[in-house]
Nanobody, 115 residues
Framework: QVQLVESGGGLVQPGGSLSLSCAAS????????MGWYRQAPGKQRELVAV???????NYADSVKGRFTISRDNAKNTVSLQMNSLKPEDTAVYYC?????????WGQGTQVTVSS
């Protein structure tokens, strides 16, 4: 069984910054990628950023230049630095781990951007 524990999140004003972290533990044979998704009320879950074991990254167009994903392979952790936050970034953010062919998910952490 694989567990993903997220930390960070909270309330921030527009233009502010937040950092999210996620630690994976349990029976992990191989991690192919880790990343972050988000889901706003009434919307589908969407990819925010992903980083592969080799370090390749992919970002949603809406966060490029503002968010940075990083990973520590030795510690099985992934982080998301979010800068210049906008109200439209408000959502529940989920950590994800891909170990082909399975995806594992964290419980989610709320990020609210509001003045």
């Amino acid at each position: 069984q694989v567990q993903l524990v997220e930390s960070g999140g909270g309330l921030v004003q527009p233009g502010g910054s937040l950092s999210l972290s996620c630690a994976a533990s349990g029976s992990i044979f191989r991690i192919d990628a880790m990343g972050w998704y988000r889901q706003a009320p009434g919307k589908q879950r969407e990819l925010v950023a992903v980083i592969t074991r080799g370090g390749s990254t992919n970002y949603a167009d809406s966060v490029k230049g503002r968010f940075t994903i990083s990973r520590d392979n030795a510690k099985n952790t992934v982080s998301l630095q979010m800068n210049s936050l906008k109200p439209e970034d408000t959502a529940v953010y989920y950590c994800a781990l891909r170990s082909i062919p399975t995806y594992y998910w964290g419980q989610g952490t709320q990020v609210t951007v509001s003045s």
